[in-house]
């Protein structure tokens, strides 16, 4: 089973920029859909983007489209989220998981995550 670690959050004022990396191991990370979550203080885990295994279909929630681009590099075994033009409401602590199947927004169909990264935006 595949492995994920993500890096790349930290502090960020309101219009900056973050990218953020999940890498895998231990797995057949190419097979995957892959997807990115977050899940802000006192709130549910959220979706924030996915990506088919080949990189040629993604996915969005409408809170991040035309801000965030999801993208993946199977040969390094690396998922990235580019996040620009971040507002406070980005604030959050965000996941990447891995799931079998394509187009799906549910947490509960992803069946391995990393630990988290936090991503915070100030104002």
């Known amino acids: 089973q595949v492995q994920l670690v993500e890096s790349g959050g930290g502090l960020v004022q309101a219009g900056g920029s973050l990218r953020l990396s999940c890498g895998a191991s231990?797995?057949?990370?190419?097979?995957?859909?892959l997807g990115w979550f977050r899940q802000a203080p006192g709130k549910e885990r959220e979706f924030v983007a996915s990506?088919?295994?080949?990189?040629?279909?993604?996915l969005y929630a409408d809170s991040v489209k035309g801000r965030f681009t999801i993208s993946r590099d199977n040969a390094e075994n690396t998922l990235y989220l580019q996040m620009n033009s971040l507002k406070p409401e980005d604030t959050a602590v965000y996941y990447c998981?891995?799931?079998?199947?394509?187009?799906?927004?549910?947490?509960?169909?992803?069946?391995?995550w990393g630990q988290g990264t936090q991503v915070t935006v100030s104002s």
């Open positions: 998981a891995a799931a079998v199947k394509y187009g799906t927004t549910s947490p509960e169909d992803f069946g391995t």
């Open positions: 990506i088919n295994w080949t990189g040629g279909s993604t």
């Open positions: 231990g797995g057949t990370f190419r097979l995957y859909t």
